[in-house]
């Protein structure tokens, strides 16, 4: 049985994005919604993963121990909303550095496909940037865009053409649940899987 996967971006999309970088738990902010979303979207099945960029390591901006505490809040706020994230995966590395796991490269989503033991063709991957899309895209994903965090100045604008072919645009990441929880093909997927159990 395949499992139901989802692919989150973190900043920008889960939590609200800084200019000058989240750096602490006290700057990771949940957007509003967001933990409800991935708690419905795990109450129907589904399994959430968080590929980010984290090169605020990589420019000495914040330490490991800081990012490890900023996801122990996510992760606990999340429990109280009813929800919860497998797994994190992050690239700590700066631009200069060259890595394969830097989003737009698809190294977060190759990791996450080895994690799980699966081809990521068709999962659907969310973010709020051109690179979380091109991401996804490089590994086969269906890719969404949330009109939050740098995804907000697209807002009533046509999808420049750089964005991957099929892109399907969400107000938030409530919206995005709200779409693939009413979704026929994911609940007859599932019912199949059910069946076969």
């Known amino acids: 049985m395949q499992t139901k996967l989802v692919i989150l971006d973190r900043d920008g999309t889960i939590n ?11 700057e990771w902010i949940p957007m509003s919604g967001a933990l409800e979303a991935i708690a419905r979207l795990n109450h129907a099945g589904w399994h959430v993963a968080v590929a980010s960029n984290q090169s605020g390591l990589g420019r000495g901006l914040f330490d490991v121990a800081a990012l490890n505490a900023m996801h122990t809040k996510m992760h606990k706020l999340l429990a109280a909303a009813g929800g919860r994230i497998d797994a994190v995966f992050y690239c700590p590395h700066s631009p200069e550095e060259t890595c394969n796991c830097r989003k737009p490269l698809p190294g977060l989503f190759e990791q996450i496909g080895e994690r799980y033991g699966m081809d990521l063709t068709g999962v659907h991957a969310v973010g709020d940037t051109l690179r979380d899309l091109q991401a996804g895209a ?12 740098k995804g907000e100045c697209l807002k009533g604008k046509t999808l420049p053409t750089e964005f991957p072919a099929g892109t399907h645009v969400h107000a938030d990441l409530g919206a995005f649940a709200d779409w693939l929880l009413t979704q026929p093909e994911a609940a007859s997927k599932a019912h199949k899987a059910g069946a076969k159990a």
């Not at 609200?16 to 602490?24: A, E, L, N």
């Not at 269906?142 to 965090?149: F, K, N, P, Q, S």
């Open 16 to 26: 609200q994005d800084r200019d000058d970088y989240v750096k602490s738990a006290d």
């Open 138 to 149: 490089a590994a086969d994903c269906a890719t969404h865009l949330v009109l939050t965090g």
